[in-house]
């Protein structure tokens, strides 16, 4: 066996228009070794497993496999070379069956030519029982869950033989418990001698799974930390070159509380629940529960956008009829949905649009000076929230993930709502934007806001929340206040669970 690193890249130059995404970039991975490749949304992470998983050529630079030089021109040269790329938005066709995904593109035939189901499905079989994956070779993809389908995915890397698996934010719309088994799974891969570059912002996960962390700042590489060093603070420190003070914001305003009161709320997905409460003025209500509790159901039915659900709503002494989007937007009350990519940005359209856009009427004065404040309203969000981008008027398709993410926020951000909804706010978003996004919360609270931020994101969640309601098939389980916000208390109301802590929700 050869003693060279399974791989290199070396001086690995990339430009895009008006952006050098990455200006000399080396990485190595040994053999059986978790790479963890961290950085700030926009500093080159996805675009340098592009370059390995043959999706874009690289204009310099060079990468060897065990030393020896390779050209990767398109995916297929990637996966002969034994790379496997599981992308944050799953490669997998639904209206077939588990076994028909595993080996799509390569079937074994028989003599005749035909495909050989039998083979498939025999095959399928020990990569589910090796990955613990509780389902039939014979499901259709569209009957499992998000992390059953990035499972098979993970299953089709295996039965490839793979050697380097990439996997590029695999927990960012995982269950606690799905991320859980998804990074014990990363370790076993390990210890089974194949290497994995793991990509994330839950520096959390880096932690538990990373034998070396490898930082990119600005397209370039600022530093790598061997398992000894890894901490929280060091990666952060070599992600923003300088130190994070006051993560969590403190308030210290008081509250008015039965503010803002929802009463049967319900959403087509959970008919036959309803769910009411009050939140304070001044206050951040956090909404916890598992995937698929009916969080982001009912934040839509309350604005307006479950045609077959609804809510009777009132902003202090107001009643406010809410039968259409537009109706909640004309009482300032906003929701920044939690798929942002398809349902908050307008790709074609440029950063600047996509953040003055439903704030047109602000800007309609006269053509002229409304150009002017909209790039000025622009620029100062783009500054605020650290959005890296070649200017306002850079096509918002092009940003990197998180970037995108951070002009979907920056553009209800700029209203004056009175209530707004947050649907998983800071999903793929990196601890620099994180803390600037929990201040700006804190600033719209303190200034008389209700701030209902939907999270499964633990820790935030914990931070973040004045007070904490648990939601559990379609109801809240419970309301814990301030003192009675742990993790236990929240996975109990999470799964249904009674405790005595709990407060009803008004
Ligand atoms: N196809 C493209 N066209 C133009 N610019 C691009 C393209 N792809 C990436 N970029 C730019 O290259 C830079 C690096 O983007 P990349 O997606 O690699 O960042 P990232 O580290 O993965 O960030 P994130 O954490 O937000 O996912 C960004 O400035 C991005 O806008
Ligand atoms: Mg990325």
């Known amino acids: 066996m050869s003693t060279k690193p399974l791989l290199s890249m070396l001086g690995i130059y990339k430009r895009f228009p008006g952006v050098i995404a990455l200006d000399s970039v080396s990485l190595e991975v040994g053999r059986g070794e978790v790479v963890a490749l961290c950085g700030e949304n926009g500093a080159g992470k996805s675009t340098l497993m592009k370059i390995l998983g043959g999706v874009y050529q690289p204009d310099e630079g060079s990468i060897q496999i065990e030393g020896r030089p390779v050209s990767i021109e398109d995916v297929t040269d990637a996966m002969g070379l034994g790379v496997a790329f599981i992308h944050q938005e799953l490669n997998v066709l639904e209206n077939l069956d588990v076994a028909s995904n595993v080996f799509l593109g390569r079937e074994p035939r028989t003599a005749l030519g035909l495909v050989d189901n039998a083979k498939i499905h025999a095959n399928t079989l020990p990569l589910l029982r090796r990955l613990g994956l509780e389902v039939s070779s014979r499901t259709r993809l569209d009957r499992l869950s998000l992390a059953q389908q990035q499972m098979v995915e993970i299953a089709k890397a295996l039965s490839l033989n793979s050697r380097l698996i990439i996997m590029d934010e695999p927990t960012?719309?995982?269950?606690?418990?799905?991320?859980?088994?998804?990074?014990?799974?990363?370790?076993?891969?390990?210890?089974?001698?194949?290497?994995?570059?793991?990509?994330?912002?839950?520096?959390?996960?880096?932690?538990?799974?990373?034998?070396?962390?490898?930082?990119?700042?600005?397209?370039?590489?600022?530093?790598?930390?061997?398992?000894?060093?890894i901490s929280h603070d060091r990666i952060v420190g070599l992600m923003v070159g300088r130190e994070i003070k006051s993560f969590y914001q403190e308030s210290h305003i008081p509250k008015v509380p039965g503010y803002f009161k929802v009463r049967n709320a319900r959403s087509s997905r959970y008919p036959a629940a309803t769910v009411s409460f009050d939140a304070a003025r001044g206050?951040?209500?956090?909404?916890?529960?598992?995937?698929?509790?009916?969080?982001?159901?009912?934040?839509?039915?309350?604005?307006?956008?479950?045609?077959?659900?609804?809510?009777?709503?009132?902003?202090?002494?107001?009643?406010?009829?809410?039968?259409?989007?537009?109706?909640?937007?004309?009482?300032?009350?906003?929701?920044?949905?939690?798929?942002?990519?398809?349902?908050?940005?307008?790709?074609?359209?440029?950063?600047?649009?996509?953040?003055?856009?439903?704030?047109?009427?602000?800007?309609?004065?006269?053509?002229?000076?409304?150009?002017?404040?909209?790039?000025?309203?622009?620029?100062?969000?783009?500054?605020?929230?650290?959005?890296?981008?070649?200017?306002?008027?850079?096509?918002?398709?092009?940003?990197?993930?998180?970037?995108?993410?951070?002009?979907?926020?920056a553009k209800w951000l700029s209203l004056d709502p009175r209530v707004m909804i947050l649907d998983e706010p800071t999903r793929g978003i990196d601890v620099g934007a994180k803390a600037e996004i929990y201040r700006l919360m804190r600033v719209l609270a303190d200034g008389g806001g209700v701030i209902l931020m939907i999270s499964s994101d633990m820790e935030e969640v914990l931070h973040v929340s004045d007070r904490i309601a648990v939601m559990h098939e379609g109801r809240i389980s419970g309301l814990l206040e301030r003192p009675d916000c742990t993790e236990e208390n929240i996975m109990n109301l999470a799964v249904g669970k009674p405790i005595s802590a709990a407060k009803p929700a008004c």
């Open 172 to 229: 960012s719309s995982l269950t606690l418990q799905e991320t859980d088994r998804l990074l014990s799974l990363v370790v076993e891969l390990r210890n089974q001698g194949v290497s994995v570059v793991y990509i994330s912002h839950r520096l959390g996960e880096v932690d538990r799974i990373a034998d070396r962390v490898v930082v990119l700042r600005d397209g370039k590489n600022a530093g790598a930390l061997e398992r000894s060093a």
């Open 283 to 409: 206050e951040i209500l956090g909404f916890a529960g598992l995937v698929g509790a009916g969080r982001s159901e009912i934040a839509k039915a309350i604005v307006g956008l479950d045609e077959q659900g609804g809510a009777e709503v009132s902003i202090g002494e107001e009643r406010v009829a809410i039968h259409s989007a537009r109706d909640a937007i004309a009482s300032r009350i906003y929701l920044v949905p939690e798929d942002r990519r398809s349902e908050g940005l307008v790709a074609p359209m440029s950063v600047r649009e996509n953040i003055t856009l439903p704030s047109l009427g602000r800007f309609s004065s006269c053509f002229l000076i409304r150009r002017d404040r909209e790039r000025r309203v622009a620029r100062e969000q783009i500054e605020s929230l650290n959005i890296k981008t070649p200017g306002t008027e850079a096509r918002v398709v092009n940003l990197s993930g998180g970037n995108q993410q951070k002009v979907v926020l």
